[in-house]
């Protein structure tokens, strides 16, 4: 699938995310209606932050003061990165490079994500690069946020 760089710039909601595993079983590990945002810039750098929808409500009301399970649910349910990207326009894949992640195995790293399907309002794309487990694929569902296209 043929693309245009330009096509990608916005910013981009999550709608639905799974892991597909080698078994083929899938699992929504940020939930069914996952909340998040993929900026994605002329210049270069991306952002990206999905979470799950339920995520608890630390008792303390201080970050820092969490009970064990509070911050497992968080750190479990929270995935967020920044870094730079590349696109192969004929390819249609673009690849980040992650400078720095919530899950640090990431720094450093980077992952094709091949398009599915790219248009005004809508993008999907598979990452081969799942944290999950190894061999699992990711495959993302986003719908650009209303005002998010940028020129």
Do not use: C
């Amino acid at each position: 699938m043929e693309i245009k760089k330009e096509d990608l710039f916005g910013a981009w909601t999550y709608v639905s995310t799974y892991s597909e595993f080698v078994d083929g079983r899938k699992e929504n590990i940020f939930g069914i209606r996952p909340q998040g945002i993929f900026v994605i810039l002329p210049n270069g750098h991306y952002s990206h932050i999905i979470m799950r929808p339920d995520l608890p409500r630390i008792s303390s009301g201080r970050i820092r003061d969490s009970t064990l399970r509070e911050a497992e649910a968080i750190a479990e349910g929270v995935l967020a990165h920044f870094g730079v990207y590349s696109v192969n326009e004929k390819e249609g894949e673009f690849t980040v490079t992650v400078w720095k992640s919530s899950f640090a195995n990431l720094d450093g790293m980077q992952q094709v994500r091949r398009i599915i399907q790219l248009d005004e309002d809508n993008l999907s794309y598979v990452n081969n690069l799942s944290v999950a487990e190894k061999g699992a694929r990711v495959v993302a569902v986003l719908r650009r946020l209303p005002g998010g296209r940028l020129k």
